[in-house]
Structures are given as C-alpha cells and as structure tokens.
C-alpha cells in the first residue's frame, strides 16, 4: 500500500528547518561555552547564535500557530495519552528483552482516509519536552545576553547569571540527549521508511496497521 500522504510539504519544511537551527545553536552554543568556537571567533558565534535563536522562535509561533489553525488533525495526533503511557512502558520493557510485546503505534483508518495513531509515544513525549526547554532556554539565554533593567531579558532581574547559565547550559544537554535518542529512533530499521517519508512526504504503508 502506498500514497498515504503522511507529512505535508509545510511540515517537512519546517522539521528539517528545525535540524538546521538546532545543529547551528549546538554548534555555536558549546563554542561560546568553551571556547573551541564552530565559526571564527567568539563575537561571529554569538551572533550566529542570537540570531538562528530568535529564527526559531519566529519558527515555533509561526508554524505552530498555523498548525493550530490549518491542520489541527497535525496537532490532535501529537497530544500524549494514557495509551501513549502504557505503550511508552511496553515498548521500554521490550527495549530491555523483558517482553516481546510491541504495541502498534502506526495506525492507518482507510475508511476515514486518516490517521488512528501516527507517532511514536517517544516522539510525543519528545516533542512537547523540546517546547517546554525551548521557553527555558530562550528566556535565560536572553537574560544573559540583554542583563536586567530590560525587556527581554527580565528573567535577569530575578535570576543571578550563574543560575541562568546553568539552566542554559542544561538545555544544552538535553537537546543533545534527546537529538541522540530522535537520530536512533529514526534509523532503526523498524522506523527507516519513517525517515524516507520526511524526505518525499508519502508513507511506504511497509509496517502500518489498516484499520
């Protein structure tokens, strides 16, 4: 079975604009850190950094506003559930060779033309991490990079730069972490032709479930 269209053109622009922003803000970030920079010296880093931050906030209000609004369906499909839990578990458990158990997360409805379920649960859990961190990682950043008495950086006038820097610097690693954890999820075997359909948009149908 295929020509189930699984990712819009809309939706594979931005998760790949995504890929260029974070790998531009990891890369710039550890350099303003330790100071073995990606680009030049400390000042072109900075502001490479400061500016691909600011394109990916523009990047998450923008399209995510748009997704509310044009494909709520988009939206509906990454919302965790009790079974994302319980999946989330079983899978974990079969991770670890304790069960053979592998709930099926990839549910196609070819009566409703429509997804029953579409991500991964560690996907979902993922990506409203990734938010949550993004809000945390923009505001200390911004604290210390504007200091307090201003606008966009108020979170200075509450937080020492040493607190800042730390909570960044946390953020760091966990993009890391979870970048790790998203590169294997997509290259798995079980889940290659999920990274082809980010590529062309189409979904294989080779592991979905017809309902």
Known sequence: MTGITRHSLLGRSTHWLHVLFMALLLATGWGIYSGGYFFSDYATNLSIHMITGFG??????????????????????????????????????????????????????????????????????????????????????????????????????????????????????????TLMAHIYLALIPVNRNLLVSMVTGEDTGKDIVIK
């Open 56 to 177: 990916l906030i523009m990047v998450c209000l923008v399209f995510g506003i748009y997704f509310w609004i044009m494909e709520p369906k988009h939206i509906k499909a990454l919302i965790v559930t009790p079974s994302d839990i319980r999946d989330f578990i079983t899978i974990a458990l079969n991770f670890i060779g304790l069960t053979k158990k592998y709930p099926a997360y990839h549910v196609w409805d070819s009566e409703k033309k429509e997804y029953v379920s579409k991500y991964h649960p560690a996907i979902k859990f993922l990506h409203w991490g990734d938010y949550c961190f993004y809000v945390l990682v923009a505001i200390t950043g911004l604290g210390l990079y504007y200091g307090p008495g201003t606008t966009l950086g108020f979170l200075a006038d509450y937080w020492g730069p040493t607190l800042m820097r730390t909570v960044h610097l946390a953020g760091f690693f966990y993009f890391v972490f």
